[in-house]
């Protein structure tokens, strides 16, 4: 059974694209966040905006999702996630934004 995960890809109001996550990232559902990853990325111009704001639970399934996509995203995470971002070594690699 896959846990609720609804994803959606928009733009911002400066016409960047955003990736926006709602519900649980885990191993049940990594695979559908790493799809919506590859498809959103765009390997040349501005990074991707990844939307945790949302995101109440976020395992390594997710993480490891995130990290080949490390150069071409920029992520905005609530206080819950910050901390497993920074911990994880990911807000090294990308921009981490409070959301």
């Not at 995130?66 to 995203?73: D, G, N, Q, S, Y």
């Not at 609530?78 to 959301?99: H, K, Q, W, Y």
């Amino acid at each position: 059974m896959s846990t609720a995960l609804t994803l959606t890809t928009g733009s911002d109001p400066d016409g960047g694209r955003v990736l926006t996550a709602v519900g649980e990232i885990d191993m049940s559902n990594a695979a559908a966040f790493a799809a919506a990853l590859d498809d959103a990325v765009r390997p040349d111009g501005d990074p991707l905006v990844v939307d945790l704001t949302a995101v109440e639970y976020l395992d390594s399934a997710g993480l490891a999702a995130l990290f080949p996509h490390a150069e071409r995203i920029a992520l905005v995470a609530s206080p819950l996630l910050e901390p497993l971002l920074s911990i994880s070594g990911l807000a090294d690699l990308t921009t981490v934004r409070s959301g």
